[in-house]
């Protein structure tokens, strides 16, 4: 029996149980269906179970019936189907409706059936799609972890984890040159699919993203403190007005003595984007033209590498930073940027079908810490758009 003929026969005969006009040997045939597979088994019960029938039910309510009946109508009458309510003879009128219980019987009928079929159709397709996730869910992509890898000025890699510290005093004796001073700053970088958190010497506290790279002195000696990032990461600086607080990014230099602030300045990325959450920085190019920009909680500062020109304005702060919170939250942002970021914290390659589908906008949130099935699902359910994994990489299409 074929597939489609058998989910016809099925769809009626549980259309039939659930009116209660099913024969035994019907209900034989029923039977036989259920024991083949579990699969079978599971699609009768969600076909059965009265909560989804009720959902079911509601929904036909919110469906304009109308039209198409009045379709049928055109089949079987022809052109005159509008005028089977006065102008045809009465002969046929009187079919109409003095019979109209036969009619009407005849349609509902059609229409369960329809309705039947279609509801089975909906349940297995979610069986089999179940079946598949869980035949693929030991290859799904996982999220990021903490760890990080700290390399010391004499090339020696330390791996650090949930479970580990940084021993700083111990790390900074066995950095210190013969006559007391340090001779490299270390380099804490995360790798894709990683975050990690570290306490500078003076209490400043950072947050790297994935894909990211710190550099910092042991101790701050002198008038100032400065560090390098690349990547992403928060700083929340400790306060010290004798010593302004610098934070390097590609031509770009942040000066402040305390406060919150954000920066993503990924190479790949044409643009450095600082967003500051509370007090106050200063901005300026590496090359030192041009004045400093000044930025007011609230405000981002867009700087273009090619030119060394940087724009200021109004976001979000809470948007921004939404990837230390457990969230990713994405707003006027299009599929090609969210990518770039998703592919940095699961760590998988990705390709458009076509460059229209890189340029859809979306605005949404996405947990930080589920499976990339998750994330599959919440973009399956927006609709229009097909992603499909093939091990580590994911193929964006229009669905």
Known sequence: MAQMEEQNLISWLICKQTIGTITEEEQ???????????????????????????????????????RPLEDMKRR?????AGAVQGSRPQATSSWLHGSGSKYMYLAAAALLFLVGSVFFYRAYQNMEQAATQAQ???ADIQPGRTQAVLTLDNGETVELGADQTINMEAIAQAQKSADGEQ???????????GEFKITLEDGTEVWLNAETTLRYPETFDGDERRVEV?????????????KPFYVVSGGQEVRVLGTE???????????IFTTLVEGSIALKPVSGNGSELMLTPGSQSVFTRSDASARVRKVDTDVVTSWRSGVFVFENQNLEQIMRTLSRWYDFEYEFANAKVAKTEFMGSIPRYGSFSEVIDIFQKIGGIRLVQHGNKIVISEN
């Open 230 to 242: 690349s990547g992403e990461a928060y700083f929340k600086v400790a306060k010290n007005a004798e």
């Open 76 to 80: 079987l009458f022809g052109e005159n």
């Open 183 to 193: 001779t490299a700053p270390n380099t804490l970088s995360t790798p894709r699919g």
């Open 28 to 66: 034989l045939i029923l039977s036989e269906w259920r024991k083949q597979n579990e699969h079978n088994e599971a699609a009768y019960q969600r076909l059965m179970d009265t909560d989804r029938q009720a959902l079911e039910f509601r929904r036909s309510q919110m469906t304009d019936y109308h």
């Open 136 to 138: 693929v869910a030991q």
């Open 261 to 271: 602030f954000n920066v993503h300045a990924y190479n790949d990325e044409p643009a």
